[in-house]
T-cell receptor, first 113, second 113 residues
Framework: DQQVKQNSPSLSVQEGRISILNCDYT??????FLWYKKYPAEGPTFLIS?????DKNEDGRFTVFLNKSAKHLSLHIVPSQPGDSAVYFC????????????FGTGTRLKVLA | GAGVSQSPSNKVTEKGKDVELRCDPI?????LYWYRQSLGQGLEFLIY????????KSGLPSDRFSAERTGGSVSTLTIQRTQQEDSAVYLC???????????FGQGTRLTVV
């Protein structure tokens, strides 16, 4: 079963606008969440994380929102830039467990110039 | 080097042959992960090592897959009697073992012909 889901396989956004990438999870034990960006032929690189004690974390153009009751998180990129075009993965883990990260299937973001 | 190193970067093998993929984690990182990404798919968890604890092998797809981590550092993922469905990019990551991001290598692209 897919414990972490990214239901939108792709998203296109105009440069300068907001990109919103969504992620849902089913395991209520998950309490630490991360977003990664992946370019072709490269390994994923870490973007931003959030602990379940928070509902928002911001780092420059990137903000992650966590809604624990809905088991939903989202990544906002404002303003979007062409260099942001990549595949974005969300990941979740349980800090009371083994810190094993479970990844979603990814969303391919294309920022149009 | 400062990052996670994987070798080889590419491997083409004949169906039925065994292959070994190597991962050198970041020095001092106690946690090491193996994932694979098949064409058009997300990151599939394979196995997780944390310090001296027994590895979490729950993601290994069959008994043809095994992994070792020697001396708490280098890890080798072995696939015996490779099949065409084993073709994928195999990604290794390491982390400090506490809540925090995992750092990925560039991956090994395995092609079984």
């Amino acid at each position: 079963d897919q414990q972490v889901k990214q239901n939108s396989p792709s998203l296109s956004v105009q440069e300068g606008r907001i990109s919103i990438l969504n992620c849902d999870y089913t395991n209520s034990m998950f309490d630490y969440f991360l977003w990664y960006k992946k370019y072709p032929a490269e390994g994923p690189t870490f973007l931003i994380s959030i602990s379940s004690i928070k509902d928002k974390n911001e780092d420059g153009r990137f903000t992650v929102f966590l809604n624990k009751s809905a088991k939903h998180l989202s990544l906002h990129i404002v303003p979007s830039q062409p260099g942001d075009s990549a595949v974005y993965f969300c990941a979740a883990s349980s800090t009371s467990g083994t810190y094993k990260y479970i990844f979603g299937t990814g969303t391919r973001l294309k920022v149009l110039a | 080097g400062a990052g996670v190193s994987q070798s080889p970067s590419n491997k083409v093998t004949e169906k039925g042959k065994d292959v070994e993929l190597r991962c050198d984690p970041i020095s001092g990182h106690t946690a090491l992960y193996w994932y694979r990404q098949s064409l058009g798919q997300g990151l599939e968890f394979l196995i997780y090592f944390q310090g001296n604890s027994a590895p979490d092998k729950s993601g290994l797809p069959s008994d043809r897959f095994s992994a070792e981590r020697t001396g708490g550092s280098v890890s080798t993922l072995t696939i015996q009697r490779t099949q065409q469905e084993d073709s994928a990019v195999y990604l290794c990551a390491s982390s400090s073992g506490q809540a925090g991001e995992a750092f990925f290598g560039q991956g090994t692209r395995l092609t079984v012909v």
